[in-house]
């Protein structure tokens, strides 16, 4: 075999073994001579290296959904509630009303709760049906003779016709009633304010040390200041 053959068989073989390696590490080997014109030709091997192709997955972004806010269940609003206490009664509600007068007046169904309560003066006493019965938010009203004669409440949400409700305090009904009647020594301490009728507004403290107004009563008279609260 002359020298040339053997050049050639070498180069075969060795362009063998390294398109074998090429395809391992996926290198692009592209060879002159692998057509016929080329045949008589110094065989000139270009091996091109590819780099890796590198796939890159993009991670989704991750939805966070967020829990669903749950709303509290708010109170029914009474059908009172934008009702102010007067010397003359409760909003429409008036003092000397029946109880029949009175639901009528007012919307909502007022009716009797117990025959005779514990005052000096005999008399029932009525409440709203399904509505202010809660501790905090009771709305009574007395009752002599089939007529309402004395309202009283716990419910902060009845202000007085001058702005007062329960939790003012002392200093605010003063102010708010400039001629009523601070009488300290009564009970906890009530503040009295009458008009030419004699109907009284009572303001009511639980006790002495305590600022705020704890109930507020209307009494169509002296004699029914005590009704409707048993």
């Given at each position: 075999?002359?020298?040339a053959?053997?050049?050639r068989?070498?180069?075969?073989?060795?362009?063998?073994?390294?398109?074998?390696?090429?395809a391992?590490?996926?290198?692009?080997?592209?060879?002159?001579?692998?057509?016929?014109?080329?045949?008589?030709?110094?065989?000139?091997?270009?091996?091109?290296?590819?780099?890796?192709?590198?796939?890159?997955?993009?991670?989704?972004?991750?939805?966070?959904?967020?829990?669903?806010?749950?709303?509290?269940?708010?109170?029914?609003?009474?059908?009172?509630?934008?009702?102010?206490?007067?010397?003359?009664?409760?909003?429409?509600?008036?003092l000397?009303?029946?109880?029949?007068?009175?639901?009528?007046?007012?919307?909502?169904?007022?009716?009797?709760?117990?025959?005779?309560?514990?005052?000096?003066?005999?008399?029932?006493?009525?409440?709203?049906t399904?509505?202010?019965?809660?501790?905090?938010?009771?709305?009574?009203?007395?009752?002599?003779d089939?007529?309402?004669?004395?309202?009283?409440?716990?419910?902060?949400?009845?202000?007085?016709?001058?702005?007062?409700?329960?939790?003012?305090?002392?200093?605010?009904?003063?102010?708010?009633?400039?001629?009523?009647?601070?009488?300290?020594?009564?009970?906890?301490?009530e503040?009295?304010?009458?008009?030419?009728?004699?109907?009284?507004?009572?303001?009511?403290?639980p006790?002495?040390?305590?600022?705020?107004?704890?109930?507020?009563?209307?009494?169509?008279?002296?004699?029914?200041?005590?009704?409707?609260?048993?």
């Amino acid at each position: 075999m002359c020298v040339a053959g053997r050049g050639r068989l070498i180069l075969v073989v060795l362009g063998t073994a390294i398109a074998a390696v090429a395809a391992t590490a996926g290198i692009v080997i592209a060879a002159d001579g692998d057509s016929p014109q080329a045949a008589n030709s110094p065989s000139t091997t270009e091996v091109r290296l590819t780099a890796p192709t590198t796939i890159t997955t993009a991670n989704a972004p991750t939805t966070t959904t967020a829990p669903t806010a749950t709303t509290a269940q708010s109170v029914a609003p009474g059908p009172f509630d934008a009702f102010r206490l007067g010397f003359e009664g409760l909003g429409p509600i008036k003092l000397g009303m029946t109880l029949e007068e009175a639901s009528r007046a007012g919307g909502a169904q007022l009716v009797l709760v117990n025959d005779a309560n514990c005052d000096p003066v005999r008399n029932d006493s009525a409440m709203v049906t399904g509505y202010y019965r809660d501790e905090g938010a009771q709305l009574w009203f007395g009752i002599s003779d089939g007529e309402i004669v004395s309202i009283f409440t716990k419910n902060p949400v009845f202000l007085t016709i001058a702005g007062i409700h329960v939790g003012d305090t002392r200093s605010d009904v003063l102010r708010a009633y400039p001629k009523a009647e601070d009488l300290p020594e009564l009970s906890g301490g009530e503040i009295h304010v009458a008009d030419a009728q004699g109907r009284t507004i009572i303001f009511y403290r639980p006790q002495q040390s305590v600022e705020a107004i704890g109930f507020i009563r209307l009494a169509a008279s002296t004699a029914f200041v005590n009704t409707g609260s048993c």
